[in-house]
């Protein structure tokens, strides 16, 4: 039989530590940082994706009454922005938290398989956002729901101010970032969503030009939402 120096197999089994770890045993997190965090007129649109995220973020912890900072720890850990607008909302519903109801639904492919423990047909027969559950509608879905009861809750929109908003394509995070620019600049909700969408103007340049600035936004959302 072979003899094989010790020296050589302690060498062989260092390249191997070496070696780069296969996608699937890399954790995936979710990075919800931002470099780029003020209007640049230069640079009109860099900043838009903060400007987005904040806001929702701003508007997710006034109307749940949670410290901002919470929701962002949680995205940079990879949890997806709609699971927890869906989770936030069934907790009182449930009477489960929301770290609960994340699990459970990690144990099912979707959010509707996930609820059908949770009866809440029989206990919000006229609920919205349980009509759309028993419809079997994606987690995408769900979340748009759970951000339109809010929306129209806290009267940030009519029914068929929000319902035209969505048809023409604005989704949560822009719902949202509109409210607010419209409330300021005193423009029609459709009327900001067109000059983006068109590219006429960025959310940073509508917020510069409404006269606010990035750090009074969760201020200024949380204002709305009183």
Avoid at 146 to 158: A, Q, S
Avoid at 212 to 222: L, N, Y
């Amino acid at each position: 039989m072979a003899h094989f120096n010790p020296k050589y197999i302690n060498f062989i089994l260092f390249l191997l530590l070496l070696l780069p770890l296969p996608a699937q045993a890399i954790p995936a997190i979710a990075c919800h940082c931002f470099t780029d965090r003020s209007y640049d007129p230069t640079h009109p649109t860099l900043a838009d994706p903060y400007f987005l995220a904040t806001t929702q973020n701003s508007f997710f912890a006034a109307v749940f009454g949670i410290d901002k900072k919470t929701i962002v720890m949680k995205k940079q850990r990879g949890a997806a922005s709609d699971d927890l607008w869906i989770a936030y909302w069934l907790a009182p519903m449930t009477g489960m938290s929301p770290e609960l109801l994340l699990q459970k639904r990690q144990a099912k492919d979707s959010w509707s398989q996930a609820a059908t423990q949770f009866d809440l047909h029989e206990k919000h027969p006229g609920n919205r956002f349980s009509a759309t559950l028993k419809a079997n509608a994606s987690d995408a879905r769900l979340a748009e729901t759970v951000v339109d009861e809010l929306l129209l809750h806290y009267r940030f929109y009519g029914e068929v101010e929000l319902e035209a908003l969505r048809k023409a394509g604005a989704g949560n995070q822009e719902l949202v970032i509109i409210a607010l620019i419209a409330g300021k600049a005193r423009k029609k909700p459709n009327q900001i969503y067109q000059e983006v969408k068109s590219g006429a103007a960025s959310w940073g340049g509508l917020l510069q030009r409404a006269n606010i600035s990035p750090h009074d936004i969760q201020a200024e959302v949380a204002a709305m939402v009183r």
